[in-house]
């Protein structure tokens, strides 16, 4: 069973392009969380999805992020005109669908440079 | 809302030593907690969790948490480090909500 899967591993971007982060959760969840690691810093929630829905945006700033969760395909964090402060490790980690509370999985990261 | 302190930013042990990571949690129900362990540019792998029953929860790698309801703690602990533990903690609690709430974390080095 394959853990959380997240490409790219490593972005870079330039000031004002767009920044697609995809994850893969296990199979058999359907529940996916985001979240972002600033340097020294520690994990912040940014969303939560289900299928199709999201749950809690709470930690998603209200400008040029975005998070979807189609019915087929990975989990998609978009963020459009990237600046030098989104330079940052995001997180995906999902859990089995029956408790919210349940463990989350990590996957790897993705570590977005923006020049 | 919920919160997590990790009061130690930085800690050194010599290998051999014993180790106590500390963490203190602030939530109004009874919180679902965690430990994770993060390696340089790599993911967060976990440690082990408390959802209910024993206080004492015993996890992989040799590492241990103790809850403690009255002072709203689950410090980690480890009787003998290894130079392999050095890393950085964290803890972590979650709600109902789904969400989970992290500490900024505990670098630990180990000295020879």
């Known amino acids: 069973n394959a853990g959380v899967m997240q490409n790219p591993r490593h972005l870079v971007r330039r000031r004002g392009q767009e920044a697609r982060l995809r994850c893969s959760p296990m199979k058999g969840h359907s529940h996916v969380y985001w979240y972002r690691q600033l340097p020294e810093e520690g994990l912040k929630f940014m969303v939560y999805?289900?299928?199709?829905?999201?749950?809690?945006e709470s930690g998603m700033p209200k400008e040029r992020f975005s998070a979807e969760f189609p019915k087929e395909g990975p989990s998609i964090l978009r963020i459009q005109q990237v600046v030098r402060g989104d330079s940052a490790a995001y997180f995906c980690a999902s859990s089995p669908p029956h408790l919210s509370t349940d463990t989350q999985y990590f996957g790897p990261g993705t570590r977005l440079t923006v020049l | 809302a919920q919160s997590v302190t990790q009061p130690d930013i930085h800690i050194t042990v010599s290998e051999g030593a014993s180790l106590e990571l500390r963490c203190n949690y602030s939530y109004g129900a009874t919180p679902y907690l965690f430990w994770y362990v993060q390696s340089p540019g790599q993911g967060l792998q976990l440690l082990l969790k408390y959802f209910s029953g024993d206080t004492l929860v015993q996890g992989i790698k040799g590492f241990e948490a103790e809850f403690k309801r009255s002072q709203s703690s689950f410090n980690l602990r480890k009787p003998s480090v290894h130079w392999s533990d050095a890393a950085e903690y964290f803890c972590?609690?979650?709600?109902?909500?789904?969400?989970?709430?992290f500490g900024d974390g505990t670098t630990l080095t180990v000295k020879p």
């Open positions: 999805l289900q299928k199709e829905n999201i749950i809690d």
């Open positions: 972590a609690v979650n709600t109902n909500a789904g969400k989970s709430t």
